[in-house]
């Protein structure tokens, strides 16, 4: 497995009224990601999966629909005990 070598940050945007940060992540391998975290939270949209191109307004929109994955796992655990 690589290693990251560099964080760039690439800036806020404000994607449906929600500010977010995109970064890119370097890899010793030569490879690069970005990540997308909410200013207000901190919240990293992108801990399922980063993004291997700097991700669109629309990609990121959808990020922001998905429920938080802490609270998809506690509505698992609550619908596997019911």
């Given at each position: 497995?690589?290693?990251?070598?560099?964080?760039?940050?690439?800036?806020?945007?404000?994607?449906?009224?929600?500010?977010?940060?995109?970064?890119?992540?370097?890899?010793?391998?030569?490879?690069?990601?970005?990540?997308?975290?909410?200013?207000?939270?901190?919240?990293?949209?992108?801990?399922?999966?980063?993004?291997?191109?700097?991700?669109?307004?629309?990609?990121?929109?959808?990020?922001?629909?998905?429920?938080?994955?802490c609270?998809?796992?506690?509505?698992?655990?609550?619908?596997?005990?019911?």
């Amino acid at each position: 497995m690589s290693t990251i070598v560099r964080s760039i940050d690439r800036g806020i945007r404000v994607v449906a009224g929600v500010e977010v940060r995109v970064t890119e992540l370097v890899w010793a391998d030569g490879g690069a990601s970005f990540e997308v975290h909410r200013i207000d939270t901190g919240d990293d949209l992108t801990e399922d999966g980063c993004f291997d191109q700097p991700p669109t307004d629309k990609q990121i929109e959808n990020l922001l629909r998905q429920p938080p994955l802490c609270q998809d796992r506690v509505g698992l655990f609550l619908s596997l005990k019911l």
